[in-house]
């Protein structure tokens, strides 16, 4: 676990230009003229660069979280294939999944069905994918 903690980078936030407004965080590269994130100043926030990537030890593998503290203790390589994004709980009731198959629930659902999925899913034995599972802890 010590050599995991010395190899893993922290990688900063990358904000959108214009945060101040109703905007999606999701990041675009600012190309104003007189833009001064893009000039580098360093109190307007980080530029996405090449420097920023991950260690090349954990690309392509899993991080298992730490419930408590919702940080990655370890990467594996992902032994699940996906089998299929689900949209509804038509898509889902729909699915059977084997030992190394998972699904994938959709970034557009809201919170209270999604915690019903979860729950469906764990009943009847429906693998999710792990990411997804790290921020229910309490489901019913």
């Given at each position: 676990?010590?050599?995991?903690?010395?190899?893993?980078?922290?990688?900063?936030?990358?904000?959108?230009?214009?945060?101040?407004?109703?905007?999606?965080?999701?990041?675009?590269?600012?190309?104003?003229?007189?833009?001064?994130?893009?000039?580098?100043?360093?109190?307007?926030?980080?530029?996405?660069?090449?420097?920023?990537?991950?260690?090349?030890?954990?690309?392509?593998?899993?991080?298992?979280?730490?419930?408590?503290?919702?940080?990655?203790?370890?990467?594996?390589?992902?032994?699940?294939?996906?089998?299929?994004?689900?949209?509804?709980?038509s898509q889902l009731k729909e699915i059977e999944?084997?030992?190394?198959?998972?699904?994938?629930?959709?970034?557009?659902?809201?919170?209270?069905?999604?915690?019903?999925?979860?729950s469906y899913c764990l009943k009847n034995n429906?693998?999710?994918?792990?990411f997804q599972l790290r921020k229910f802890k309490?489901?019913?």
């Open positions: 676990m010590s050599e995991f903690k010395r190899d893993y980078k922290r990688i900063p936030t990358f904000k959108r230009n214009a945060l101040q407004r109703k905007v999606p965080s999701s990041y675009r590269k600012p190309k104003g003229l007189f833009n001064k994130r893009k000039d580098g100043h360093k109190s307007k926030g980080k530029l996405v660069k090449i420097g920023y990537g991950q260690n090349r030890k954990y690309k392509g593998k899993l991080p298992s979280f730490d419930l408590v503290d919702n940080k990655p203790i370890n990467y594996e390589k992902s032994k699940l294939t996906l089998l299929k994004i689900v949209e509804n709980f999944t084997k030992e190394k198959e998972c699904i994938i629930l959709s970034g557009s659902l809201g919170l209270r069905k999604r915690n019903m999925m979860i429906i693998t999710i994918f792990p309490n489901i019913k």
